[in-house]
């Protein structure tokens, strides 16, 4: 394994690092540690009234995202990750942790985000932490073994605690993987043609491993798994003139033929959905701080699915596209797409729909792919510990 650029949460320089001293490196590492959309990191840690604070840097969120569902789930792991590692410690006098509310205010997380974990689960998980990763690889077509999926599921919704907030479905068959795979790569190239995501998309891509140095966030193109040849022949799209010409030609249909190859070569596709107060049509009436709880426990329940998976030796790589697409339908009613591609998604997800009744009535909060590959040669960077950090007046800091 390979790791080049700033350093990994297992390669701080401890000693080096600034850290506020109510902080312990342990919560550090495992919130530094939690996946965020594109790899964007937007993490602001502070202390506030003996209390620790999680913020989100607004000049790192990304501009394509809903009312900040993936910035959200991002959170939401990394609430996960502390609350694991805090259980695994069996750390019962630690300082409580606030996160920004939809005014701004600090607040206690929802209580779902943390639901009792025995110390054994906490234990198993933590180890887990510093080792789950993405995986872009081409997957071994054998469908995972169903005790195996059941645990993954069962990790999501707590044992059951959670069944009423969260649920997870799979597809197995192979005819239902390709039909996904179709969805997956039509929502995929849509974000190769408007200029606000193709601008937001090549923002986050690190082409030269001296970019992914200074920068230690974004994505690495050595992660992608492309074939030969297909970084560069990307590289040479950055510009938007460039790629309207290039979908103007029908190219932004071979830009998402990996998307749709990476599905076919998987093992299983899961779907997480969130039990959402009112159906999907009406997505638009839910109130901002209801949205934000939502998408909140399905990403701590996501993370808790996916450290269950590295325990497993399941590999998994996020399918954001669909659930992207289909929120911007339904909570900002189309805002930002043409009527014709509006029309698109909606039929996309009919097909979606009539693949997996049974979660009518709930809203994908992601899609992944899983199953047995190789381990990746390189993983995305982390930022420093103290790169994070946000310093009040009154802290003291320890080096």
């Excluded at 990750?81 to 929802?110: C, F, K, M, S, Y």
């Excluded at 974000?191 to 230690?216: D, I, M, N, T, W």
């Excluded at 998408?295 to 701590?300: E, F, I, P, S």
């Excluded at 693949?355 to 994908?364: A, D, Q």
Aim: aromatic share 6%; hydrophobic share 40%; net charge positive.
């Amino acid at each position: 394994m390979k790791h080049e650029g700033a350093s990994s949460v297992s390669g701080v320089d401890v000693e080096a690092a600034c850290v506020p001293a109510v902080w312990s490196r342990r919560e550090l590492d495992a919130i530094l540690a939690a996946p965020t959309p594109d790899n964007n990191q937007p993490w602001l840690l502070e202390t506030r009234n003996s209390a620790l604070a999680i913020r989100l840097d607004r000049s790192r969120l990304l501009p394509s995202d809903v009312d900040g569902m993936f910035d959200l789930i991002g959170l939401g792991a990394a609430l996960a990750n502390v609350h694991i590692v805090r259980g695994q410690a069996n750390d019962t006098d630690a300082l409580p942790v606030l996160i920004e509310n939809a005014d701004g205010e600090l607040v206690e997380p929802p209580r779902d985000v943390w639901p009792p974990l025995s110390p054994d689960v906490c234990r198993e998980l933590a180890t887990e932490v510093p080792r789950r990763h993405t995986n872009r690889r081409p997957y071994a077509r054998r469908v995972p073994r169903r005790v195996d999926l059941d645990a993954l599921a069962g990790a999501a919704v707590a044992d059951g605690a959670l069944e009423h907030r969260c649920r997870v479905a799979w597809l197995t068959e192979r005819s239902a993987i390709g039909k996904f795979a179709g969805l997956v790569a039509r929502c995929d190239r849509l974000r190769f043609e408007y200029p606000a995501f193709h601008a937001e998309l090549f923002k986050q891509l690190r082409f030269r491993p001296s970019e992914v140095q200074q920068c230690g966030d974004g994505l690495d193109v050595r992660t992608l798994e492309l074939p030969p040849g297909a970084a560069t022949f990307l590289r040479c799209l950055r510009s938007w003139s460039v790629m309207r010409i290039f979908k103007r030609l029908g190219g932004t249909r071979l830009m998402a033929l990996p998307s749709r190859w990476s599905v076919l070569r998987s093992g299983a596709v899961g779907l997480l959905a969130m039990r959402v107060s009112v159906g999907d049509a009406d997505l638009s009436s839910v109130s901002l701080e209801q949205w934000r709880e939502h998408c909140l426990v399905a990403g701590a329940a996501l993370q808790r699915l996916w450290l269950k998976a590295s325990q497993l030796g399941v590999a998994i790589q996020p399918l954001g596209s669909l659930p992207l697409f289909f929120a911007r339908i339904h909570r900002l009613r189309g805002e930002g797409l043409t009527a014709r591609d509006q029309k698109t998604v909606q039929r996309l997800e009919e097909e979606y729909r009539r693949m997996v009744p049974e979660l009518s009535g709930w809203t994908l909060a992601m899609a992944f792919r899983i199953g047995y590959a190789k381990p990746p040669q390189y993983r995305s960077p982390r930022r420093g510990r103290d790169a994070a950090i946000t310093l009040s007046e009154t802290q003291r800091v320890s080096r």
